[in-house]
Each structure stands twice: as C-alpha cells, then as structure tokens.
C-alpha cells in the first residue's frame, strides 16, 4: 500500500480514506467477486474519487492484498481478546480457533464468490498466507506452552509435541467448511471448534 499523503493540515481525513477503501473493496468483492469488480466501483462504494484508490494503492490486486493485511489484523485482535478473556482453558482455546475460522465463516457465509476469491488469494499472495497461517499455529503453541507454565495443563502425549497438535488442530478445524453439516450454521461451527478445543486440552492433561 501507498505511503497515505497528508495535506493542508487534514491528515486524519487522509489517514481514514485507505481503511474506507479497503472496507469498500471487502464489501464488493464480498458482493461480486473479485473479476466484476472495479476500481470505479470501489472509489463509489468508498465515496473517494478514484484518483485517491490510485493515490493510495497501485492498482486493484494492491486493494486486495490490503484487504488480506486488514484481516490478518483483524484475526490477531480476536485471538488478543480471546487470549485474556476468562474462562476454562478449553474456553480460551476455543476463542483462539473461533478468533480465525469464525471469521472465515462469516465471510463464507457473505459471500457465494470464496472460491473465486481464494483462488484469487492463492495467485497474488501464497506466501503471505503461508506466513500468516504459520503466524497463527504459533500463537496457538504459545498459547499452549503458557498453559503449561502456568500449570493449568501438562505436556503433550509421548510421541507428539505442541506444535503437532497444534498443526492437527488446525487442519481439523480447517476441514469444517467442507463439512455439508456445517454449511450456513454459526452454532455447529462453534460446537465443533469447542470439541477441537477440549482434545486438544484434554490431550495434555496433567
């Protein structure tokens, strides 16, 4: 993204116009796809002109990958807030897979275009979704091991180590939006990231 320019004092203006736009191109390519959706279309959604979308970012693939950085940090706030919240450990753990597969549901559930738009993710930015994917394994072994220091569990069966189960955790949870059963339904999502949950714990129970 575009260093943000800011002129004539309106700084806060100009500093609120990329996150407007981003939000607008979620919004749109949420809506159409990525392919029926235009710059124009996003400069109208965001209520700039579409001199300022160029201002700010390169092209459209550029608003995209913004969009990918807006929802990683999205997810690392969810999994902050999920992380101090009280609770069982089983019911922090649950937050921290809730936190990333929760909102990919919720986009899933927007949108009829995800295939198009992971087939989108996957051209433009493979790597930077493999950094964010291996950026949330650890911070689900973090969590973990913060267990473990605090005595709340103990370690992992013989043969396996945290981040193991972590990894196994993960691919589980991630096989739920094939699932036929969990299609559309907010309440299965959250029992099943809950049953992911209290394995992983129960696995390394003192």
């Known amino acids: 993204m575009k260093k943000a320019q800011k002129k004539n004092g309106a700084g806060e203006s100009a500093s609120a116009k990329p996150i407007a736009i981003v939000l607008a191109g979620l919004q749109l390519f949420t809506q159409y796809g990525y392919r029926k959706t ?25 608003v995209f990958l913004a969009i990918l ?9 969810r999994c902050a807030a999920a992380e101090s919240a009280g609770g069982t450990a089983v019911d922090r753990l649950t937050g921290l897979l809730d936190a ?3 909102m990919g549901f919720e986009l899933y559930r927007k949108s009829e275009h995800m295939p198009e738009l992971e087939e ?6 493979r790597a930077r979704i493999g950094d964010m994917n291996t950026e949330y394994e650890g911070r689900l072994a973090r969590f973990l091991r913060s267990l473990q220091q605090t ?8 043969g396996l180590t945290v981040e193991q189960i972590v990894h196994i ?5 991630e096989g739920t939006k094939h699932d036929a059963k ?3 339904d907010r309440k299965a999502l959250e029992r099943r990231l809950r049953e992911l949950a209290t ?8």
């Open 38 to 62: 235009s710059v124009d279309d996003i400069a109208r959604a965001a209520q700039v002109a579409k001199r300022t979308v160029y201002l700010h970012f390169e092209n459209k693939a550029a």
């Open 69 to 77: 950085e807006y929802l990683g940090d999205q997810v690392r706030q």
């Open 100 to 102: 990333y597969f929760g």
């Open 120 to 125: 989108t993710f996957s051209k433009l930015a």
């Open 151 to 158: 005595r709340e569990i103990g370690g992992p069966p013989q």
């Open 169 to 173: 955790v993960v691919r589980a949870a």
């Open 182 to 184: 969990m299609q559309g």
């Open 199 to 206: 394995l992983a714990i129960a696995a390394m129970k003192k």
